[in-house]
């Protein structure tokens, strides 16, 4: 399928499936007149590779986990594997660690407007 199919297939913007080609995650075939062309294989791999992006991941460590996906080596035996889930922990540990200081931020501004009395929007 076009660029545009496979756009509309996956959800994820045309945009975005370049850069995806670019940074290496897939590798679209291509046509006879260059056209990418994006198989259903790929769709599934980039609906993957938005999931993790949403979940925070950066490119570098999906990059290392997805030859991986699929191929049964990711029982954590793998040194691949067991290096990826050590730097997955890191990176969900960090994660940990600002989410403690936001909320310990919104905790004192919450404690702060409670002192205060927040201005009406009626008042003139």
Do not use: W
């Not at 290496?24 to 259903?40: A, E, K, S, T, W």
């Not at 999906?62 to 030859?67: E, F, K, N």
């Not at 889930?85 to 994660?95: A, H, K, P, S, Y």
């Amino acid at each position: 399928m076009k660029i545009g199919d496979a756009s509309r297939a996956s959800g994820v913007s045309a945009r975005s499936l370049r850069h995806y080609e670019d940074e290496g995650l897939i590798v679209p075939g291509r046509c006879g007149n260059g056209f990418r062309d994006y198989c259903q294989s790929t769709i599934d791999r980039v609906l993957v590779i938005r999931t993790l992006l949403e979940s925070g991941l950066p490119v570098r460590l999906i990059r290392t986990l997805l030859p991986h996906l699929g191929d049964g080596s990711t029982t954590g035996t793998d040194p691949v594997c067991a290096e990826f889930l050590r730097e997955v922990q890191g990176f969900r540990d960090r994660l940990a660690a600002r989410i403690a200081t936001l909320s310990a931020q919104q905790s004192a501004l919450d404690a702060y407007l409670r002192g205060r009395t927040v201005p009406s929007a009626d008042r003139t």
